[in-house]
């Protein structure tokens, strides 16, 4: 059974940083490209970042290059984000998933972790 836990959210101010963690299991982790998403309040999921499998290319949405940073550990099955310069805009809740070519492979999403950025 594919699972997929989410954690490293909070609460922190603009300008502040966080590191989300998503560990997976169920699936062979090294041999997928694996991808963060995230989905704010009223609007569909969207693309943040993903990572190929041997974590050699990196691939951002707009809104995070620069700030984001995707990173994994296929010994331990733990994909990272590192998010730095966080705005407004960022909250929203935080997924992870393989990927199948450009889009999520797995319907089962994990609950996610909520990321507020707020003063």
């Known amino acids: 059974q594919v699972q997929f836990v989410e954690s490293g959210g909070g609460l922190v101010q603009p300008g502040g940083s966080l590191r989300l963690s998503c560990v997976a299991s169920?699936?062979?982790?090294?041999?997928?490209?694996m991808g963060w998403y995230r989905q704010a309040p009223g609007k569909p999921r969207d693309f943040v970042a993903s990572?190929?499998?041997?974590?050699?290319?990196?691939n951002y949405g707009d809104s995070v290059k620069g700030r984001f940073t995707i990173s994994r550990d296929n010994a331990k099955n733990i994909l990272y984000l590192q998010m730095n310069s966080l705005k407004p805009e960022d909250t929203a809740v935080y997924y992870c998933n393989a990927r199948a070519g450009f889009v999520p492979k797995y319907a089962d999403w994990g609950q996610g972790t909520q990321v507020t950025v707020s003063s």
């Open positions: 990572i190929t499998s041997g974590g050699d290319s990196t």
């Open positions: 169920g699936f062979a982790f090294s041999v997928y490209d």
